[in-house]
C-alpha cells in the first residue's frame, strides 16, 4: 500500500476496504493514518475490525476460534524457523496452549523485551489520530472475535470523518443476505456504496475548488 501511489495518474481515485478473517493477520492497519492529509486513499471501509489489538489478543478467544487461529500462527511461524532460529525459541513458540501465551513469545523476536514494546510500534490504533480520510466501520455485535467492548466508540463520537455501523447479528464477518444459493454479503455491498458516495463527492469538491 505504501508503494501503489507512485503508479497513479492524477486523475486516478484509490478505495481501501479491509476485511477482517479468523485466519488472517487480525489487525486494521489504518494506512491513512501514516500519511494523515497527503494520504492518497479518498475512503476506507473495514469489517469486522478489532481496533485495539493489544486489547483483543490480551485475553484468550472463545473456543474454537483460539485453537484454530494458534494452529494458524503456528503454521506460519513454521514457515520462517529455519530464518528465526537465532533470535527465538521456535520449540517454545510451538508448545503454547492458547493464542495469547503464543503472542507474547513471538513479540519477543520483534520488540527484544515485552509486548507492549511491540504493540507501541505495530497496533493498528497508534496513528489512529492523524487520519482524515473517511473511515466506515462495519461491527456485530454477536462478533465471537472482535467483540462488542472492543469497538472504540469515542473514536466515532469525536472524529467527523469516522462512521460506524453496529448490528444485533452477523458473528464475525457474516453480514449475510438472501437465502439458499442466493446469499450475498450486505456489508461488502454496502462498503461499495459507500466508497462511490465518497469519491463521488470528493471529486466535486475538487472541481469546485479549482472554480473557486
Not at 100 to 105: G, L, N, T, V, Y
Not at 146 to 165: A, G, R, S
Request: net charge negative.
Amino acid at each position: 500500500m505504501k508503494f501503489t501511489p507512485q503508479y497513479l495518474s492524477p486523475d486516478m481515485s484509490l478505495a481501501c476496504i479491509r476485511t477482517q478473517k479468523i485466519i488472517v493477520d487480525p489487525h486494521v492497519n489504518f494506512v491513512p493514518g501514516e500519511y494523515g492529509s497527503s494520504c492518497h486513499i479518498n475512503g476506507a471501509v473495514c469489517i469486522s475490525p478489532g481496533y485495539d489489538a493489544e486489547k483483543m489478543f490480551s485475553k484468550r478467544l472463545p473456543q474454537p476460534y483460539d485453537f484454530l487461529w494458534l494452529l494458524k500462527q503456528k503454521r506460519n511461524l513454521a514457515k520462517y524457523a529455519e530464518s528465526l532460529k537465532n533470535v527465538t525459541d521456535i520449540d517454545k513458540c510451538m508448545k503454547c496452549s492458547n493464542l495469547p501465551q503464543f503472542e507474547k513469545e513471538l513479540h519477543n523476536i520483534f520488540s527484544g523485551n515485552s509486548s507492549s514494546s511491540y504493540w507501541e510500534r505495530n497496533n493498528p490504533m497508534r496513528d489512529v489520530d492523524d487520519i482524515s480520510t473517511p473511515v466506515l466501520c462495519v461491527n456485530s455485535l454477536d462478533d465471537p472475535i472482535c467483540v462488542h467492548n472492543l469497538i472504540e466508540y469515542d473514536l466515532f463520537e469525536f472524529y467527523p470523518n469516522f462512521l460506524l455501523v453496529t448490528t444485533d447479528y452477523g458473528g464475525h464477518n457474516g453480514f449475510l443476505d438472501g437465502s439458499g444459493n442466493q446469499l450475498e454479503s450486505w456489508a461488502e455491498k454496502t462498503a461499495v456504496d459507500y466508497l462511490e458516495a465518497v469519491t463521488e463527492f470528493m471529486q466535486k469538491y475538487e472541481i469546485t475548488k479549482r472554480i473557486l
